[in-house]
């Protein structure tokens, strides 16, 4: 796997692995680009090699969920055995390795204040922890005056910033509800720390606790509500930057958060409208605020917490385009949002989200939706998912394609519209339950277990009704509530043994089955859950009912390839990283293409000290983790301050 750190020292080598993972890419792109409805109708499983299919039809579920995480087996043939380790080859190593503690001494991932971590959930802690004292570091390496939070959501790594380190933060949100949340949570936790400064630990990871009188000053962040568009040069970073007043930010003495909007311009924060549009120093020192005070010119850091889609790309234009911005660090997220250039008419100079670098354009790989869908999959998430959770996604992709195929055949103007019918879950595996359940109890094989089922019974107090053993399984407080029987699972197909077994029963999936429920019977238990699925999505599409007959005859014809679905779609799912990371280094490559070829002729834009691309935190916390950091040399800072 490829190293982040050692390719950020590089433009050549990361211009050499695009270049590789461009052609892999390509190369198995009937791979990628495939698409689960149309698993049947297009037969997907034709474009493997038939060994492939031969290898992976043999493996166990969790073979096959360890494939993107890049795990073969001995006795696989050697073609697919190179292409799973080439994949992991090109891809760039994802667990942390101290990278932060050896660019920065000393710094390392610091706990949080209770009382700023409040409403934090486990995911959202960890990667405050140890973003929050990276953000700072960089803050004093460029002696900065403010930090921008952009795309802050609910604030945490802003009120972090703001509380733990005392630093003058703005949130910059699209949501006016975040803004509002942002400032209602730092009020509770200002007068939290103004009653009660001995228990605070603000300041306490890198400064010593505060004085008595310090803690009476300190303020959360400030919120911006606006939407960031790369798209519109008039809501780019840069510009809603124009919004802020330094001088009044690196005060940090209001006693109240302030809202910020581009349509309401205040004392503190110019209109768009009336700023100087060359955006090359974000017109701050071209702007006088109304009460005569002169700016001082701001040095600012960008943070991003899981910056959507363009959003990162924005940060990095601006990092490059305003002189005020001297550091930031992005760590990106939902690659599935990002415009590509290759899906935009050239001809409207609209600024794409990818790709960014001239290497990558040079390249002309265009991704499309599907790829940048893949990148967002995780590795770790396939590992985690579980047997049981696996298999039930493969069988609602089944499903899917199965239904398309219907579509193309009953409605086909529909199918070509590749119509989304969403999630069809837990109603429908429900009816599936209740329908498994009858056709068990009226099995011949459950005659014979009478006597179990009658035990069964008689030891829930529920079913005390004097009906037969049959007849009280299907009553409808039995079988299908299960806050009235713990016995029947209304998300699992089963039965329980007996309620004396545990307090909870011991339940019998639906694929760890008995020998008493027939083969027969779990084929049926598919059809009928296709037919399921059908009728459930024929309707959320408002279509009239396809035939019981024609989808059983559908589900004949896709019943012998259903079992190649989990195989395909694991062995695609081994090719998510490698797309990430070609994401990930075109973003690398703009960087570097700065410093590399001194674009635009300015010492402005290329005068660049420091690109990382590092992982920050764990991937089976935090499966987005990629961080690329950057600075502005010390020598632009002292000419433009």
């Not at 043999?58 to 697919?80: F, H, I, K, N, T």
């Not at 016995?487 to 019998?508: A, F, P």
Request: with cysteine; aromatic share 6%.
């Amino acid at each position: 796997m490829q190293s982040g750190i050692e390719l950020s020292k590089s433009y050549e080598l990361t211009v050499a692995l695009q270049e590789k993972i461009a052609q892999f890419l390509t190369q198995h792109e009937a791979i990628w680009r495939a698409h689960v409805v149309e698993f049947f109708q297009e037969r997907l499983w034709e474009t493997l090699d038939r060994s492939w299919l031969e290898d992976l039809q043999e493996a166990s579920v969790e073979d096959l969920l360890l494939l993107p995480s890049g795990r073969v087996q001995g006795a696989w043939s050697s073609s697919l055995k190179d292409f799973i380790s080439t994949a992991q080859s090109l891809s760039l190593l994802r667990e942390p390795r101290n990278e932060l503690g050896e660019i920065f001494p000393g710094m390392c991932k610091a706990k949080i204040g209770s009382v700023v971590s409040q409403g934090m959930n486990f995911k959202k802690q960890h990667e405050v922890e140890v973003l929050s004292p990276l953000v700072n570091r960089l803050a004093e390496e460029v002696n900065s005056t403010d930090v921008i939070d952009v795309g802050a959501g609910q604030g945490y790594l802003a009120q972090v910033l703001a509380f733990e380190y005392q630093l003058p933060v703005v949130a910059i949100d699209a949501s006016a509800h975040h803004a509002g949340v942002i400032n209602e949570r730092a009020k509770r936790i200002q007068k939290h720390y103004t009653k009660h400064p001995q228990k605070s630990q603000a300041g306490g990871i890198s400064q010593g606790a505060l004085a008595f009188q310090d803690h009476l000053h300190l303020t959360g962040p400030q919120t911006m509500i606006l939407h960031i568009s790369s798209r519109d040069r008039e809501t780019d970073l840069f510009q809603i930057l124009l919004n802020l007043d330094p001088g009044v930010l690196a005060n940090q003495k209001l006693a109240n958060n302030l809202t910020m909007d581009r349509n309401m311009p205040t004392e503190i924060s110019p209109s768009i409208e009336n700023a100087g549009s060359n955006g090359s120093n974000c017109g701050i020192e071209n702007q006088k605020p109304s009460d005569g005070r002169e700016y001082q010119c701001s040095t600012l850091v960008l943070a991003g917490l899981h910056a959507c889609g363009d959003l990162s790309a924005t940060m990095i234009r601006t990092f490059l385009e305003c002189k005020e911005v001297k550091a930031a660090v992005i760590v990106g997220c939902c690659y599935n949002l990002l415009s590509e250039e290759y899906d935009s008419d050239p001809a409207t100079g609209v600024a794409c989200g990818f790709p960014l670098s001239k290497a990558v354009k040079a390249l002309g790989l265009r991704l499309g939706k599907r790829g940048r869908d893949l990148a967002c999959q995780s590795a770790e998430r396939w590992k985690a998912i579980g047997t049981e959770a696996a298999l039930e996604n493969f069988e609602q992709h089944a499903f899917r394609a199965a239904f398309q195929l219907a579509l193309s055949k009953i409605y086909p103007e529909i199918a070509k519209l590749s119509p989304s019918v969403g999630r069809l879950g837990k109603g429908r595996r429900r009816r599936q339950s209740r329908r498994l359940l009858y056709t068990v109890l009226d099995s011949p094989m459950y005659s014979r277990n009478s006597r179990e089922g009658e035990t069964l019974l008689s030891n829930c107090g529920a079913c005390s009704s004097g009906l037969s053993a049959q007849e009280s399984c299907k009553c409808s407080h039995l079988a299908f509530n299960k806050s009235l029987c713990p016995m029947i699972s209304d998300t699992n197909v089963g039965c329980y043994k007996s309620c004396e077994d545990s307090d909870e029963g011991i339940k019998l999936r639906t694929r760890e089955t008995t020998s008493w429920i027939s083969s027969s019977e779990q084929k049926n238990e598919k059809q009928f859950g296709f037919q399921d699925y059908a009728c459930t999505a024929l309707a959320r599409l408002g279509l009239k009912h396809i035939s019981v007959h024609e989808l059983a005859q559908i589900w004949k014809e896709v019943e012998p390839h259903v079992a190649l679905i989990g195989p395909f779609w694991s062995l695609r799912a081994v090719l998510a990283p490698v797309i990430e990371t070609y994401i990930l280094l075109d973003r690398l490559l703009y960087l570097q293409e700065h410093i590399h070829h001194r674009l635009e002729s300015t010492a402005e834009y290329a005068n660049i000290s420091a690109i990382m691309l590092i992982p920050l935190f764990s991937p089976s916390i935090s499966p987005r983790n990629m961080a690329i950091i950057s600075i502005k040399s010390h020598v632009d800072q002292q000419t433009t301050t």
